[in-house]
């Protein structure tokens, strides 16, 4: 895994990590909204393992990624870093974005043309999403702005917000990529404050007609990954999201809530693999 940087709107550094051949088929990664790129570590090794060329993004105001200095995370500066990031590439990539990065990516692929999108993948991000679980994390992250005293505090926080998923020391490794330390000593969630308090939010779901447009645009194979546990995506909104984009289609992942790539991380991953040799063996056909 090597780390660069791309530029993403108005010369924002953008934190990527990257995985195998660059002759290969592009895959790039954008994490959820309050994320960051070790979302998808284990996802990007295992596609640079198996001949792909994985970009894992850290998404601006998140992780090692610059922080906007004016406080700009609107929907469109995310999708114009996703749109910035596809032009650094001489292939025509396969998207994988979940929650806020699924919106972003499925709205960039949308204004493109299909020769210039090889695949999406959105998880567990519909246009119709419910209401109360998106609160659910917004009041999460809310909840946590002033810090933690310590790793056992955000172990605690984060066991009692996700109760389904298991507890282990390699989970706490992974939690505490996902933070920084203050210089009160205190530990704080790596992602700009301002992503949620600030004048200049995402309130993607907010754009519900924008995102049923965005899908009813995408011309390009789509898989949908919901978790099966998911409070974000309902049944009732997979079955709206299918007939925006004909063609898509959608699993369940089972033991998972929203957080699907570390819920079920080897199911997930095998899931996207599947996808990936699908448009390869699609490609070969019709070569």
Not at 27 to 50: C, E, I, Y
Not at 74 to 85: G, P, Q
């Amino acid at each position: 895994m090597e780390r660069q940087t791309l530029t993403g709107t108005n010369g924002i550094q953008l934190a990527v990590d990257v995985a195998g051949d660059p002759a290969g088929q592009p895959v790039v990664m954008f994490h959820g909204g309050g994320q960051t790129r070790h979302s998808w570590g284990v996802l990007a090794q295992v596609l640079g393992d198996n001949g792909y060329y994985a970009l894992n993004v850290d998404m601006r105001g998140h992780g090692e990624s610059e922080w906007c200095p004016e406080g700009d995370y609107t929907l469109d500066r995310f999708v114009e870093d996703v749109h910035a990031i596809l032009e650094t590439l001489d292939k025509p990539p396969v998207l994988v974005g979940a929650s806020l990065g699924g919106i972003s990516s499925m709205i960039a692929a949308a204004a493109r043309e299909a020769d210039h999108i090889r695949g999406l993948v959105l998880v567990d991000i519909v246009p119709k999403m419910e209401v109360e679980g998106i609160q659910r994390i917004r009041d999460f992250m809310l909840s946590h702005l002033d810090g933690f005293d310590s790793m056992d505090e955000v172990v605690e926080a984060v066991a009692a917000y996700m109760p389904h998923r298991k507890r282990g020391s390699a989970g706490s490794a992974g939690l505490r990529k996902n933070l920084r330390e203050g210089e009160d000593g205190r530990l704080y969630w790596h992602w700009d404050p301002a992503l949620m308090v600030g004048e200049r939010t995402p309130n993607s779901v907010r754009n519900v007609d924008r995102l049923r447009e965005a899908a009813k645009q995408i011309q390009v194979p789509t898989l949908l990954v919901r978790g099966k546990m998911s409070d974000v995506v309902s049944e009732e909104g997979v079955k709206d999201f299918l007939e925006l984009i004909p063609g898509s289609r959608a699993i369940d992942v089972s033991g998972a809530g929203h957080m699907v790539s570390g819920d079920q991380n080897d199911v997930f991953n095998d899931a996207i693999l599947d996808f990936l040799a699908e448009l390869r063996q699609d490609s070969a056909t019709t070569a």
